[in-house]
């Protein structure tokens, strides 16, 4: 009963840990194991790049999955193949019924994985480091990454993966981004979220970029702004 007990809590651990970005390292028992894959760095023609195993769900540090992670190919027995941006270009994993997906990008010149928060016309992607708050607290601070998969012409740079250089004004970043709905870009306030933490504008990101792509841009809201 009781290892039953300890194992459900671990596996909660992984989903909480990145979802709350506490640092918390979770006590250093067996390897927890879920259903998960990875992404071949090169693939022949007509191959299947994605290899489905399992993936360790509670390494010591939860950063660690942004720079590596642990993976069991079943067809090759229970041992846990220590992976990173050299083997595999992009895994995920299901935890406490949430899925992550984690892609390679590139972040200042080196290839790291970032989890995929929003996928759709506007992508968004973070990555989770040690670093400090505002009052100069040990902090777990997070980078966020944007992309416009649609951009084209003039607004082609867009496609690219850019970096939010200061959390602090990343209204004004997205403004490029989010001009064909200016309505709903204009409803993002910077005041509303923790400014001491990157939790608040992680969470803010998310529920306003997911709503820019289901709306899909809307032109007719843009018009009504500049009359």
């Known amino acids: 009963m009781k290892h039953s007990l300890l194992t459900t809590v671990l596996v909660l651990s992984a989903s909480l840990l990145l979802a709350q970005g506490k640092k918390t390292k979770v006590a250093k028992m067996e390897p927890v194991l879920e259903g998960g894959y990875y992404l071949l ?42 992976m990173d941006t050299k083997k595999a270009r992009g895994y995920g994993f299901t935890s406490s019924g949430v899925m992550h997906h984690f892609e390679t990008i590139d972040d200042d010149g080196v290839p790291s994985y970032a989890e995929c928060l929003v996928r759709g016309r506007i992508n968004l992607y973070e990555i989770r480091y040690d670093g400090e708050d505002l009052k100069g607290e040990p902090a777990v601070c997070s980078y966020f990454f944007v992309q416009d998969t649609r951009a084209e012409g003039k607004d082609a740079p867009l496609k690219d993966l850019k970096k939010i250089k200061m959390n602090r004004f990343y209204k004004k970043f997205l403004k490029d981004y989010m001009k064909d709905n200016k309505t709903l870009w204009e409803e993002m306030d910077k005041e509303l979220w923790d400014k001491e933490h990157d939790e608040g504008l992680r969470k803010y990101l998310i529920k306003y970029l997911n709503e820019f792509n289901r709306e899909g841009g809307n032109p007719a809201a843009s018009e009504d702004t500049e009359e």
């Open 41 to 82: 760095l090169k693939s022949k023609k007509g191959q299947n790049d994605t290899v489905k195993g399992k993936i360790q769900t509670n390494p010591d540090d939860f950063l660690e999955f942004y720079k590596k992670f642990g993976f069991v190919d079943p067809k090759k027995g229970p041992k846990i193949t220590p």
